[in-house]
């Protein structure tokens, strides 16, 4: 029998496949070489930048590298103590740039949320315009539990944290972001791995699912209604922030390296785009490996956090 008539057309194949996917490779490791565009929100050099969740971790390493990069910033948060803390450590850091803080709690949230157009523009005063929001505020109180372990306000306030603000801040700010001469806006939001879907915090990777989808509507929205505003979802893997108790390292970032990482990203091209390369290179495994086996190695992870919380419950609760 002659093999030939086998072994010629699945060599074409695999030689084709092989250069596809050293084609996608490289498009998408070109991306952490460009240079950022993020300088062309702030042409004249006096715009703003609001952050959301800005009191701790990646929140206030986007409101440091933002001033350092020449943007004015607003400072979001529910407790305003800490967050006047936070603006005085950046004015004291950067004292060309202005600051504001934004004291609103995400949980519970109504249409008290409709008032933040005016205190932004009170903030601003008339000394250039808001022209990018980072919408980072986010984060699960309650993980390594099952979804039937959670009570009616716990799954109401993850949605609240990490969707249902972001929504509504963003509906009520893009009036601002579209603003002015050359109307040039942008809206960041801060995606996760979660989105693929995790056991043991599913309520969260839902709302992270919904991120990335809310992302890609108003940027094909923006895009279509010619609004002069740009949209870009940031997707994040482990940071090491207060409260996590976790070893920096190369793929456990600190938070204002990540948010240096998130901002260099702006203007890449891209719709949604890992933040880091490093966590890129992770996030690999997710579009390779079957899922199956993925979920079996998550899950014995997850179940090895969700242990030692329960341990450290109870070692609290002897004490």
């Not at 932004?120 to 699960?140: D, T, W, Y």
């Not at 979804?147 to 944290?161: G, N, Q, S, Y």
Request: hydrophobic letters at 40%.
């Amino acid at each position: 029998m002659d093999t030939t008539i086998w072994t010629n057309p699945l060599s074409t194949i695999g030689l084709a496949t092989l250069t596809y996917l050293t084609y996608k490779l490289t498009c998408q490791a070109i991306i952490y070489l460009l240079p950022g565009q993020l300088s062309r929100y702030n042409r004249p050099g006096t715009n703003w930048a609001l952050v959301t969740g800005a009191t701790d971790g990646i929140g206030f390493g986007f409101s440091q590298e933002l001033c350092a990069r020449g943007f004015n910033v607003i400072l979001h948060g529910r407790n305003g103590e800490k967050l006047a803390q936070r603006a005085a450590e950046l004015s004291a850091a950067f004292p060309e740039r202005k600051t504001g803080v934004l004291v609103l709690d995400v949980v519970g949230i109504d249409d008290a949320v409709d008032g933040v157009a005016q205190q932004v523009r009170k903030i601003i005063g008339g000394q250039g315009r808001l022209s990018v929001l980072v919408n980072n505020v986010g984060g699960e109180t309650r993980p390594s539990v099952t979804l039937d372990e959670l009570a009616f306000a716990d799954v109401d306030a993850t949605i609240d944290r990490n969707a249902r603000f972001m929504a509504q801040i963003t509906r009520v700010l893009l009036p601002l972001l579209s603003e002015g001469e050359g109307r040039s806006g942008l809206v960041l939001n801060v995606s996760s791995l979660s989105q693929y879907g995790l056991p043991y915090i599913s309520v969260y990777s839902a709302t992270k699912g919904f991120v990335d989808s809310f992302t890609r509507a108003l940027e094909a929205e923006c895009s279509a209604e010619g609004r002069g505003v740009d949209v870009m979802g940031l997707r994040v893997g482990q940071v090491k922030t207060p409260g996590y108790d976790v070893d920096s390292n190369l793929f456990v970032p600190l938070p204002r390296p990540m948010a240096k990482a998130a901002l260099d990203r702006v203007g890449c091209g891209k719709v949604i785009v890992w933040a880091y390369f490093w966590h890129w290179l992770q996030g690999l495994s997710f579009e390779i490996m079957p899922r199956s086996v993925l979920m079996r190695i998550t899950t014995q992870k997850l179940k090895a956090i969700k242990k030692e919380e329960e341990e450290r419950k109870k070692k609290a609760k002897r004490q």
